[in-house]
């Protein structure tokens, strides 16, 4: 039952609403229901959409240069623990990556094998999502699966005969309890990740799906503009070592000298900026 403070304040609402010209409780109300319509997907019925979602991701523009695609890409195409990558190809200066993101709707409720829908009401066998293959970036000691000149390749990736010295000493990351937001410790960094789904304004039904996924796993789902939309993924990187902290693309390098490791994993994360929960980067208060 609620309060005494929840009523005043709910009568405080209805005043201020009460009190608002025409024209704003119109626009309140148009708002309302827009966002509505985005959180509600408009479905006719259970289906594989109530399990995964196909879609388009942005990778980046081909400006950048091969190597930073392939960097960028390699690193992408690695988070494979609740993405399914498929082809990667170009068009208009962009290149993009095929996917599906094997996220549930969070108006999905299953009881065994029987399911309904809480938004709509739809009732039936529980839905089949789309086949979610294995796919190993190491497949074996050597051979790793990666981006080389906007393509997928198989690569023998060696270490360096003679390794120099750590100055930075041991990886910092190794002993900290850093954690996603489903509670998964260690490695934080190497099991999220923040996509750009291709996704025009006009593509309302799409939008909508995806900002029903189901929460943390897909989350923080905002327009990025006219063309596309972002969101923050769980979805651990296929390059992490059988211990689930170390990367196993770390000192190899690829036939041309560079670094197998994405660039972007080499480089620590700026303090006190989307610092994951117990990061061994953030202040002492934040970590205990």
Not at 157 to 162: A, G, I, K, M, V
Not at 245 to 268: N, Q
Request: aromatic share 6%; hydrophobic share 30%.
């Amino acid at each position: 039952m609620a309060g005494p403070c929840s009523r005043e304040a709910s009568r405080l609402i209805w005043v201020r609403v009460r009190f608002l010209s025409p024209r704003k409780r119109m626009g309140l109300a148009v708002q309302s229901k827009t966002t509505a319509s985005l959180t509600v997907p408009p479905c006719r019925g259970l289906g594989a959409q109530c399990r995964s979602l196909p879609v388009t991701l942005r990778i980046g523009p081909l400006e950048d240069g091969t190597t930073s695609l392939d960097h960028e890409a390699t690193w992408l195409l690695g988070h494979t623990q609740h993405i399914t990558f498929s082809e990667v190809w170009e068009d208009q200066g962009e290149l993009y990556a095929e996917a599906t993101l094997h996220v549930p709707c969070r108006y999905l409720q299953r009881d065994g094998a029987s399911a309904h829908c809480t938004a709509h009401g739809f009732r039936g066998p529980t839905p089949r999502g789309a086949y979610q293959p294995a796919q190993p970036r190491r497949l074996s000691r050597d051979r790793f699966l990666i981006v080389e000149n906007r393509r997928t390749a198989v690569r023998a990736l060696h270490p360096p005969r003679r390794s120099l010295p750590v100055l930075d000493g041991p990886n910092p990351c190794a002993m900290v309890p850093c954690r996603t937001a489903d509670n998964t410790r260690g490695a934080a960094c190497c099991r999220d990740l923040q996509i750009e789904i291709m996704c025009t304004k006009r593509q309302r039904r799409l939008e909508a799906l995806v900002r029903s996924r189901r929460s943390p796993y897909l989350c923080k789902v905002t327009r990025a503009g006219d063309f596309s939309i972002e969101a923050e993924v769980i979805s651990a990187c296929g390059f992490l070592d059988d211990d689930g902290i170390g990367c196993t693309l770390h000192g190899r390098v690829r036939a041309d000298g560079r670094p197998a490791k994405p660039d972007l994993c080499s480089e620590w994360p700026p303090k006190n900026e989307g610092l994951h929960p117990g990061c061994v980067f953030a202040p002492r208060r934040r970590r205990e």
